[in-house]
């Protein structure tokens, strides 16, 4: 079974642009959640999405979104881009049909905010 | 809120033998799930164990076992036979969730701890 895959896998963006980022979760999973990774601020959560509903959110500026297709597919929105943006994004997913379910994450975008 | 500390950022080990990685976590709920995600420098996050919090018994996964002391929450790592492709960082995290919350989502890590294998 193929795993979660994200692209694109590298991004490089300059301040006041907007990017979109993909996740296709790994075939079966209706969760899917995105993190954002930095060396200051280490993992954090961005926000979680099941069967095309917004679930949860972290603590991130309006100017991060996302959304999820039918199909689990998922994708996030940065508008407006910062030089704090500046990250590597790792999309996880999950059947979610229980609460020990492990998340299965792929192997991120990395993207670098000029 | 939940909070994981992982207080060694590296780490040193010796081919072949047993290396531990220290978690503790901080949380008010009841229920909760504990992990360890191992991440190689190409940055895909690894999934090695799990441990609920309601688990009798130790987790144990091939040569990766959990030493779960839930009176100190701790939930540290233990890598046995290390081996040189073991090299990286490890991350310990956890969910929490509300009694009839459905969210399965969000997991909160902890910093990190470097591990380096030497031949």
């Known amino acids: 079974k193929a795993g979660v895959t994200q692209t694109p896998r590298y991004l490089i963006k300059t301040r006041g642009q907007q990017v979109t980022l993909s996740c296709s979760p790994i075939s079966g999973h209706r969760s899917v959640s995105w993190y954002q990774q930095t060396p200051g601020q280490g993992l954090q959560f961005l926000f979680e999405y099941f069967s095309e509903t917004q679930r949860n959110k972290g603590n991130f500026p309006g100017r991060f979104s996302g959304r999820q297709f039918s199909n689990s597919r998922s994708e996030m929105n940065v508008s407006t881009l910062e030089l704090g943006d500046s990250a590597l994004y790792l999309c996880a997913s999950s059947l979610a049909r229980g609460r020990s379910e492990t998340q299965y994450f792929g192997p991120g975008t990395r993207l670098l905010v000029l | 809120a939940q909070k994981i500390t992982q207080t060694q950022p590296g780490m040193f080990v010796q081919e072949k033998e047993a290396v531990t990685l220290d978690c503790t976590y901080d949380?008010?709920?009841?229920?909760?799930?504990l992990f360890w995600y191992k991440q190689p420098s190409s940055g895909e996050m690894i999934f090695l164990i799990y441990q609920g919090s309601y688990d009798e018994q130790n987790a144990t996964e091939g040569r990766y076992s959990l030493n779960f002391q839930k009176a100190r929450k701790s939930a540290n790592l233990v890598i046995s036979a290390s081996q040189l492709g073991d090299s990286a960082m490890y991350f310990c995290?956890?969910?929490?969730?509300?009694?009839?919350?459905?969210?399965?989502?969000?997991?909160?890590f902890g910093q990190g701890t470097i591990l380096t294998v030497h031949p």
């Open positions: 949380t008010s709920d009841q229920s909760y799930g």
């Open positions: 995290a956890m969910r929490a969730w509300e009694a009839g919350g459905t969210s399965y989502g969000k997991l909160t």
